[in-house]
């Protein structure tokens, strides 16, 4: 009789500080009736992976369903694995953290579950060939990685079916690939499809090994899944499937395939990820032409024959797509930085009391925060335990998941980078006052930029890119203020245009990456492109004819390309603070003009002070319209919890989605009470102001949406210059906690 090895290994995951109404969801739809079905079937066997995020949450909300799996574990049903503990991409993140975060994720496993893990869930099975070694000092035998990664390496199909054996620096895990085939079967296709499949590869020997590893919120969360997994029963139908064909099938844990069947050796696998995530971190128009590619190599029916040799981006080129991801990611590092200084010199961290060798120190702090920081000074266990839920990986790219297009995700990695990067700086500073200004390559793009913080404030300066703020942390609240998104092409805006129904006959659900339904309609108004990115103190010098409409479009002249000039910067010293002086030039019409912007910021307040001043340096007389943007992420720009004031009074039209414009004013403000704060500017010079809001259009599992990014303000000015004269105008920028 033709017999093979089957296991099944799925993960579960929700971003750190999702909406608990998601959580909750997700629970009820998935991961409860999961373990309920698992239940009724005991012959059924499976290895499991809960992220810290969701285990975090499901402790403090639903513990019944721990005791559940844990008794699902002791009876041999369930085995865990085990992975970074917030989720994060473990290959982008410093190696310390990596090594910590596994370590912490083991510990907790042994604490809940009373098991060990020798098993590793590696995150949207991102691969790069340093991870070996780091994952064998953490404790790691073994993970899953896609089938696709070994037919990049030079591996035939029929060669995929058992595991392999790869190292870094000598030390050794195995990778086991996981079916694409059935990923995209399970649970969208009838149970005898798999069944089928798994007869067509069965041998007389019964010593291949098929692995299905793949989201466990397919079985349930996805869109249409729930009804046809459970009130279908397909999860039922398969279980019993499995169950009356237990004679050729063998269905086993992915640790007990590692104990009882022989690798097939050894392989090296190049960088890779699943085949979409590499789509998705190509540049628009790469993506496109790559689409087309695939269209016709699948057109041909050589689909399979091609797919080794056919592969997209490299999963950093994220963070070259959206700077707005890379800024997250070099704070991380920063902040990172900070913390691992609060290890140095502290008696007895590098070594583990219950056992008679030292340990990495990493791997003992990681265990130590798994244990509600048992064995570690206070301030180290807060730092590392923000730290870390500051590396999950959601918000750090996008694909067919809203990802880093979901404001409260970004804020929440924010959130927590920023309070780690408090508790390094309180411990070094105390409460003395404190400011300091730095100047580094902060993005890496090969050019420094100016960091400056203070006790309230912590802001970055892009010199090169029109002196703009890139980042504005309001420290009291934990929160960016600039935390926005620039609208950019992405690939799949051309199906907006050209979307299908989201359904198929026969009841079955579609996956998520076929669904092109919208959410709302008319979102091809909305497409609209930004030439720069958002920020603060972003200079503009309007053309004539300018309206608020061209404004909100970006499709309006932009005088002496100033968003784009490079800035020079030097800071001077002052009493209890410091005065930042930017300068750029720039031709309008043959004109040369100069902007200068002086920030004033001190050590004892969160206030602001920036003095701009423009001159004409040549050429002829000239009438000038100048505006400075800001642009405020507000998290919610529909929320009632919102509201803008002028002259110490609320608008009538309180919402920030709104967009219009306040004349002959001095000043300008929002009250946020989602993030208990008070933005106010005062303006030396009356002013008009402009206000719009930021939305982007991007896909999630469900479709197409329209996210609010953040709220723009525009203060602006005209005036005319003679030869020798300039103009000037004082904003005062003042942030309160409510």
């Known amino acids: 009789m033709k017999k093979i090895n089957f296991a099944i290994g799925l993960h579960f995951h929700q971003p750190v500080d999702n909406f608990d109404h998601v959580f909750k969801d997700a629970y009820e739809k998935s991961y409860k009736p999961f373990i309920e079905a698992l239940e009724q079937y005991p012959e059924i066997k499976v290895t499991l992976h809960y992220s810290g995020s969701l285990l ?94 070994f037919r990049y390496a030079g591996l035939p199909e029929d060669e995929l079916y058992g595991y392999y054996s790869t190292e870094d620096e000598g030390k050794v895990v195995y990778l086991f690939p996981s079916s694409e085939r059935l990923r995209y079967s399970i649970p969208f296709r009838e149970v005898h499809e798999t069944i089928d499949y ?82 998705w971190a190509l540049p628009p128009e790469s993506g496109g032409h790559f689409e087309d590619v695939l269209r016709e190599v699948r057109d041909s029916g050589k689909d399979r024959y091609y797919a080794p040799f056919l592969r997209g981006g490299f999963w950093r080129n994220f963070l070259e797509k959206y700077p707005e991801s890379n800024n997250m990611h070099k704070k991380m590092f920063r902040v990172s930085n900070k913390v691992a200084e609060l290890t140095e010199g502290v008696k007895g961290i590098s070594l583990d009391p219950l056992t008679p060798r030292p340990l990495d120190p990493y791997i003992y702090i990681g265990k130590c925060v798994a244990r509600k920081g048992e064995g570690l000074p206070p301030n180290i266990y807060e730092a590392y335990a923000e730290l870390w839920r500051g590396q999950v990986n959601c918000p750090y790219w996008h694909g067919v998941f809203g990802g880093l297009y979901l404001g409260h995700l970004r804020a929440a990695v924010y959130r927590h980078l920023i309070g780690a990067e408090k508790i390094a700086d309180k411990t070094k500073y105390g409460k003395n006052k404190w400011i300091t200004a730095e100047n580094f390559d902060f993005d890496c793009d090969g050019s420094d930029e100016l960091l400056i913080t203070t006790p309230d404030l912590s802001f970055v300066i892009d010199t090169h890119k029109g002196g703009m703020i890139t980042e504005l942390d309001y420290r009291p609240a934990s929160f960016n203020l600039l935390n926005t998104l620039a609208r950019r092409p992405e690939t799949y805006h051309k199906r907006i245009f050209a979307q299908g129904s989201g359904g198929r006959s026969g009841g079955e659900p579609l996956s998520i990456h076929d669904i092109t339904t919208s959410k709302e309609a008319d979102l091809h108004l909305y497409l609209h492109y930004d030439s720069y990115r958002r920020g603060m103190l972003i200079d503009h010098l309007f053309g004539e004819g300018t309206t608020l409409d061209n404004v909100i479009q970006n499709r309006y002249e932009d005088l002496g390309g100033f968003p784009w000039t490079p800035y020079t910067s030097s800071v001077k010293e002052i ?164």
């Open 198 to 279: 798994l007869h067509s590869i069965a041998t007389e020997e019964g010593d291949r090994v098929l692995v299905y590893g793949d989201d466990g919120e397919k079985f349930g969360l996805w869109p249409g899944t729930y009804n046809w997994v459970y009130n279908q029963k397909w999860l039922e139908r398969f279980f019993d499937a499995l169950r009356k064909e237990s004679s050729w099938i063998n269905l086993t844990t992915i640790g007990d395939i590692s104990k009882n069947v022989r690798s097939h050796g050894r392989v090296y696998i190049p960088t890779a990820s699943y085949r979409e995530m590499m789509e």
């Open 575 to 738: 009493k209890n603070g410091k005065v930042i002086i930017l300068e750029g030039e720039g031709l309008i019409h043959g004109i040369k003009i100069s902007i200068t912007k002086d920030i004033k910021i001190d050590n004892v307040s969160p206030d602001m002070e920036v003095n701009y001043t423009i001159r004409r340096l040549s050429g002829e007389p000239i009438d000038l319209w100048f505006g400075p943007e800001f642009n405020f992420a507000m998290l919610d720009g529909r929320s009632d919890f919102c509201r803008y004031y002028t002259e110490g009074s609320y608008l009538e039209d309180t919402c920030q989605m709104s967009r219009g414009e306040s004349k002959d004013i001095s000043s300008f403000g929002i009250e946020n009470k989602l993030i208990s704060t008070n933005i106010a500017l005062s303006f030396s010079n009356v002013c008009n102001l402009w206000r719009f809001p930021i939305e982007t259009v991007s896909q999630s599992e469900s479709g197409f949406e329209k996210e609010y990014q953040s709220s723009v303000l525009i203060p602006h000015w005209k005036f005319h210059l003679e030869e020798g004269e300039e103009w000037g105008v004082r904003i005062g920028l003042s942030f309160r906690q409510l």
């Open 56 to 149: 975090e949450w499901i402790e403090a909300n639903r513990p019944e369903l721990l005791k559940r799996i844990a008794n699902l574990v002791a009876n041999g049903q369930v085995e865990m694995m085990t992975g970074g503990f917030y989720e994060p991409i473990l290959c982008v993140i410093p190696r310390r953290d990596a090594i910590g975060q596994i370590s912490m994720m083991t510990e907790y496993i042994r604490n809940k579950f009373h098991a060990g893990a020798e098993g590793m869930w590696l995150t949207e099975r991102i691969w790069e060939p340093h991870l070996p070694s780091i994952l064998h000092e953490a404790g790691v035998k073994y993970l899953i990685i896609d089938d696709i990664h």
